[in-house]
T-cell receptor
């Protein structure tokens, strides 16, 4: 079983602060995705990264895929209360199965 | 993007009863759907892969006789939690694949009293 470890598990910050969430594995993934989930809802896809070293930006969110395709990071600039939620990384292995990380619960206080 | 729905959104049942949860792909056909379970403050754990017209593939540790999966059509998969117990209380989420991307349903919260 390929495991994805996310850190931190929980993060509480003030509005306007920056933060980085990490997703690490000892295994190589063909692609890696980041999702955001709000309470009582299903996860919503934010981004998919495929190429080692790839960097994608989505407004104030910056996603990076490690060169070896074993890790990824999500950086949020100037966090806002609307960013509050559970952030999940998930990786596709060679068998096209999606494995989720443990999640990072973010709370942004106004 | 593609839309996946689940019904019901939430259900409360007595211990020992069976509960059926539906997962539908609304605007596309899905030969493969996935069922996940999510406990409070935890991540999604894959329970099984539902294949249209064939038996589901269950992850290790998931009892196939307790969690019955039926994928009778290209737009509908059902998960039946049989003889539910309080420890089965959880958030059940399905997903369906379209063009190599998974789309998730809104989830079903099951509470077993």
């Amino acid at each position: 079983t390929q495991l994805l470890e996310q850190s931190p598990q929980f993060l509480s910050i003030q509005e306007g602060e920056n933060l980085t969430v990490y997703c690490n594995s000892s295994s190589v993934f063909s692609s890696l995705q980041w999702y955001r989930q709000e309470p009582g809802e299903g996860p919503v896809l934010l981004v998919t990264v495929v190429t080692g070293g790839e960097v994608k930006k989505l407004k104030r969110l910056t996603f990076q895929f490690g060169d070896a395709r074993k890790d990824s990071s999500l950086h949020i600039t100037a966090a806002q209360p609307g960013d509050t939620g559970l952030y999940l990384c998930a990786g596709y292995n060679a068998g096209n199965m999606l494995t989720f990380g443990g999640g990072t619960r973010l709370m942004v206080k106004p | 993007g593609a839309v996946v729905s689940q019904h019901p959104s939430w259900v409360i049942c007595k211990s020992g009863t069976s509960v059926k949860i539906e997962c539908r792909s609304l605007d596309f056909q899905a030969t493969t759907m996935f069922w996940y379970r999510q406990f409070p403050k935890q991540s999604l754990m894959l329970m099984a892969t539902s294949n249209e017209g064939s038996k589901a593939t269950y992850e290790q540790g998931v009892e196939k006789d307790k969690f019955l999966i039926n994928h009778a059509s290209l737009t509908l998969s059902t998960l039946t939690v049989t003889s539910a117990h309080p420890e089965d209380s959880s958030f059940y989420i399905c997903s369906a694949i379209q063009v190599n991307e998974q789309f998730f349903g809104p989830g079903t919260r099951l509470t077993v009293l």
